[in-house]
């Protein structure tokens, strides 16, 4: 199974960079760091997701992570996003609307095999 990992976030005008930054790098790992006025794109491949993997496994949450990826699957796309503030103090808090002033990660999945990468990144608890 490979899969492609695409995160962006905006910055508002009162938010600081490098917590932005923080926040991201908080919850995932990334190979390419785009940073442009307004947003901040993050890219990566095999490992970039572990530390998400690991956080919702560790919070036990891989079920509901499950069903919001499934809710997001489009072919061979996956859509999610991330709570910002969340994100900011080292928790994954995923999402099913915007209900944050300060935005939230939108993270897009690529991958060649949907049921792999799920049953990999949230497996079903019975």
Do not use: C
């Not at 995932?28 to 919702?56: F, K």
């Not at 560790?58 to 994100?87: C, E, P, W, Y």
Request: hydrophobic residues 45%; proline residues 2%; glycine residues 4%.
């Amino acid at each position: 199974m490979k899969y492609k990992m695409k995160a962006k976030v905006l910055i508002n005008p009162t938010e600081d960079l490098d917590k932005v930054l923080q926040s991201l790098s908080n919850i995932l790992d990334y190979d390419e760091l785009e940073i442009d006025d307004d947003y901040i794109i993050v890219t990566g491949e095999e490992e970039s997701l572990l530390r998400l993997r690991e956080s919702l496994e560790k919070r036990r949450i891989r079920n509901t992570a499950r069903k919001i990826m499934l809710k997001g699957l489009q072919d061979h796309v996956i859509f999610f996003k991330l709570s910002k503030q969340a994100a900011y103090a080292g928790l994954v808090n995923m999402i099913g609307e915007d209900l944050s002033a300060l935005g939230e990660i939108n993270v897009i999945i690529e991958t060649d095999d949907v049921d792999a990468f799920l049953d990999w990144i949230a497996p079903q608890i019975k």
